[in-house]
């Protein structure tokens, strides 16, 4: 795991060699450790680590090891070098990265003008076929079937010569990411300028020759991570798969390369101290000419700030996901991959994520995802149904944490049901234990009728005032073979004069009217099962009373 050569020896002085082994990853920032086995003489001997990046947190800088006998560790420093090291090998090697990638990309545009040519050949020939069809049928020379048939296969090879068109232009995208950002890179290369790292200096005393195992760890900054969830559902199944994801980004100015990567979410960038109040200052209205200044001195220091900060450019974004299936008639039986499963501790309010193998994160500023873990979470499915305003139901479950699980910390989720995506939402921190709604879009096994069967104005004024009567019927049925539970909500006009009277005279079931004239009913539907609701409200008022806002 460590590198053992001296590269470089200058009287008391030795220049080694270390590798990246362990990164821990914060909010916005990184622990790194870098690790190497050296031979030390029985003399005072300073170990030079050289070429790490700026983005380090000097004061952050630590040393330890082990030995094979006694070991002294008389202080550790940084210093500031400029290096005018060539660069013609690294340009090389980007400029080949480069030219295959756009050899790559060429290749995909060949293909993609192929199968636009198949596709519009596709759409001429169904042109020409609705003519010929027409004419064929109409003189009996063609069957219905026949023609079925073809236009099948039309629709069939339209259908995939789209759907590869799609997959080589979101190819094609991939590959212009990673080509804009090698090219930006060759042109950092390229570009003459003193190139500024920083050297860590460890000064030790050996008594005698001891083989020492050195350890140097340090915080980096313009590091960071943001959780990120997938959530699967089955019509088949009451439980919910969650893959817990992480997205990290960085571009400290070193790779990471086969690593032990764990993620925290500590944040010791935030300091130990807590903030203090500054005076809470109010101001008569002449002030406001004082007041606008002192905006316009304080959006120019704010401005400056940013411009300074190193973490500007490096805010956490959530992308967005890109969703594909793909069907083969032909394939054999598809084998799940793998997923590597991160181990999770929680200490105090701390919450980390060790994972189990070699992670890579190249220092190119866009967001890699790894996956913490992949488990099945007992939820309740549930259906809501709001036939006033959509004739169709939404599937809803509610999902528990289990109380032995990690806890899941805020981050944005995607959502699946029977392999389609649904959509996007936002976790909240849900702990150990805690249960948490999602919603997992339309439901077409469920249909509902809603039809107005009464509206009847009383001739005979009562009380001098008039009445009106509305009654509505409501019949919901389950198209699918497996029960399901069913809340149906509806809702009366609300009055927001006092002259204007709402009064619920009947429902069936029987319930009560609840706040702002919702009507709820929790129904259980067995499969292929129907059911009807019904209620009647009646409006009373005055006759010379206009009534507005009653689109019934």
Same mark, same amino acid.
């Given at each position: 795991?460590?590198?053992?050569? *001296? ?111 198949? =596709? ?29 048939? @073809? ?5 069939? =090879? ?53 083989? @020492? ?18 959530? =699967? ?57 004082? =007041? ?60 980390? @994520? ?45 999902? *528990? ?14 959502? @699946? ?50 009445? *009106? ?84």
């Amino acid at each position: 795991m460590v590198n053992t050569d *001296t590269t470089l020896e200058e009287g008391t002085s030795l220049t080694v060699e270390t590798r990246i082994s362990q990164v821990t990853v914060y909010s916005n920032q990184a622990r790194v450790t870098r690790r190497t086995k050296v031979s030390l003489t029985g003399q005072e001997q300073e170990l030079v680590i050289p070429r790490l990046p700026m983005t380090i947190e000097t004061e952050s800088v630590r040393a330890t090891g082990t030995g094979t006998g006694v070991v002294r560790l008389l202080g550790v420093r940084t210093e500031k070098v400029f290096d005018s090291e060539p660069v013609g090998e690294q340009v090389a090697q980007l400029s080949g990265q480069i030219k295959e990638l756009e050899k790559q990309k060429r290749h995909l545009q060949d293909q993609q003008a192929s199968k636009e040519l198949a =596709r519009n050949f596709v759409e001429a020939l169904s042109d020409k076929a609705v003519q010929h069809f027409s004419r064929s049928l109409a003189q009996q020379q063609i069957g219905v079937q026949e023609t079925g048939e @073809f236009l099948n296969f039309l629709e069939q =090879r339209h259908h995939a010569d789209a759907s590869a068109i799609a997959q080589q232009q979101e190819q094609q995208q991939e590959l212009q990411k990673q080509l804009n950002a090698l090219k930006a890179k060759l042109q950092q290369l390229k570009t003459p300028r003193p190139q500024e790292s920083l050297s860590i200096i460890v000064t030790l005393a050996a008594e005698g020759a001891v083989d @020492f195992d050195l350890e140097v760890s340090y915080v980096v900054n313009r590091a960071s991570w943001i959780p990120l969830y997938d959530l =699967r559902s089955n019509s088949s199944s009451d439980r919910i798969n969650l893959s817990y994801l992480a997205q990290v980004k960085q571009n400290t100015g070193e790779d990471w390369s086969n690593v032990s990567l764990t993620l925290s979410t500590a944040k010791p960038g935030l300091g130990t101290l807590p903030p203090k109040l500054e005076p809470w200052y109010i101001e008569a209205l002449d002030q406001q000419p004082i =007041r606008a200044l002192r905006r316009v001195k304080s959006r120019a220091m704010s401005s400056s700030m940013s411009e300074s900060s190193p973490d500007q450019d490096y805010e956490d974004e959530s992308e967005a996901l890109t969703i594909r299936s793909a069907l083969s008639l032909s394939a054999p039986a598809p084998v799940a991959a793998q997923a590597v499963v991160a181990v999770v501790s929680t200490e105090g309010g701390v919450v980390t @994520f060790e994972l189990d193998g070699n992670s890579n994160i190249p220092s190119d500023g866009s967001p890699h995802k790894v996956t913490i873990f992949s488990d099945e979470y007992p939820s309740n499915p549930e259906y809501l149904a709001i036939p006033r305003l959509v004739s169709f139901a939404y599937l809803q479950t509610v999902v *528990t944490n289990p109380v032995t699980g990690a806890t899941l910390l805020p981050g944005k989720a995607t959502i @699946f049901r029977d392999q389609t995506f649904v959509g996007t939402t936002k976790l909240e921190n849900i702990a150990p234990g805690q249960e948490f709604r999602l919603n997992l879009g339309i439901d077409e096994g469920v249909k509902i009728e809603r039809d107005l069967v009464e509206r009847q104005v009383d001739k005979k004024l009562i009380g001098n005032q008039r009445r *009106t009567t509305y009654a509505y019927r409501l019949v919901i049925t389950n198209l699918q073979s497996v029960q399901k539970t069913l809340v149906v909500k509806e809702q009366l006009p609300v009055s927001r004069d006092e002259k204007i009277k709402v009064r619920l005279s009947q429902t069936n079931p029987k319930i009560q009217t609840g706040e702002m004239g919702l009507l709820e009913w929790k129904i259980d539907l067995s499969a292929q099962d129907k059911q009807e609701l019904y209620y009647q409200f009646i409006i009373e008022h005055s006759p010379e009373l206009k009534v507005i806002g009653l689109d019934i």
